[in-house]
């Protein structure tokens, strides 16, 4: 059975809408770009459609490749105290002369609706209410919206990236599941996939998990996403292992639209946290 | 073999001792308590002690027990923009009418030498260097002072607290290790535990852990301590263990040292963070 992210995506998206259409002062997302990356375009123009379609607040700030760092500091720090401002998002890759670390922890953290900074991820791991990283955020809440209760279950994450492994991991303790993480290091690695309730994978190798490496009724979540000669392509191989699973997430139409719904999620949630 | 963490306590606070004896300024510790808990009362004489061995300057601040909030957020405040104070250390438990989650927080993370403060615990889920919790950053410690490697290896963590269980998972994480995190929701514990290379155990449940849960030549961390009619112990039963792993640490004597060694080592790693 098929997780369908861009069905569920679609509702969350609604629900959203339908709760700001109730508020006389919409919240407003900034997005910070500098220089003109041809992926960050994309990905800023599906940010800027989602706002418009709930109905925030948009602003796109375009600096110049050769934007210094205390310049790009002072536009944050003044976003920050902006009032009308709910989030700031700093659109990656950075230039390789500015220190994305820096720019990230800049963000005051009731603003940083990708859920990136120290703090933000600290709060979860203290399991308090924060804006939560996109991308394992949706991963959670597609699991519930289709009722999947990883409570006691046994989760396998393959990858320990900030951006997924690391906060995923957080989050599914948090729901008290039986967490363990693997990466590149991991020894046997299949002795501990074939073990998991629940596998999620994140490392960006297409169609590295194959259906010697799942348990029966495994429920398999492909946070990969790659583009091969083949066209798109994620970390499972989907083909082989459809037929073993109870539920996958298809790539695409998985995993991603999520990520852009949670960021729908995350921008309301830091207005309430700054109105209450 | 015994991992002998008063052995490795009092290598440190030498090593530590050494280093002080030649710095013009001497970093400086301040310890609040607010009431008169007795167990405080020893753990707070042990902290001056340790600095009194070191070298380290060392303040009490003791507060009624009816503090109100507003006075202690009104001295950390003071005592992050003190210069002249290199660690801020609030004993824990705090009297039930002051929430401790604000207070430990309110403390400047470069000051904060429990390693508490959500900035602190995000840094290190970030792998960048910052004051990281004394209990699972002595583990890590003592594992390296016997030369044991924890990369590749599997580690399994019995126990999910913000003290220990959640910031040793990420340290170990760090280091390369595969990691679980087990916990009372989990299923089929001794699965798990028995496939441990390196088992950690953070649960207060005397001797919980029994030799038919433990492979052949593990290494077992015992990171509990309770007080029992037959004298204080930990959650492993080390004598039903003891024949059969390859490396243990014994209760007293093992991880409990290491907190208060480390607690001297962040005390001077926060004063060269903040005179670099």
Redesign the interface.
Known sequence: MILDGKKIKNQILDELKDEVNNLTIKPKLVVIQVGNNEASNVYIKQKNNMCNYIGYNFEHFKLDEDTNIDNLLELIYKLNNDDSVNGILVQLPLPKHIDS?KIINAISPVKDVDGL???????L??K?DSLYSCTPYGVMELLDRYDIDV??K?VVIVG?S?LVG??M??MM?NK????????S???NLTE?TKKADILIVAIGKPNFITTDMIREDAIVIDVGISRTELGLCGDVDFDSVKDKVKYITPVPGGVGPMTVAMLGKNILKAYKLQNK
């Not at 900074?117 to 709060?123: Q, S």
């Not at 008290?176 to 990466?183: P, R, S």
């Open positions: 670390n900074t120290d703090t933000n991820i600290g709060m791991c203290h308090k409570s006691e046994n320990r900030d690391k906060p991991s957080m303790l008290d599941a039986t967490v363990t993480i693997c990466h290091k991991t020894n501990f």
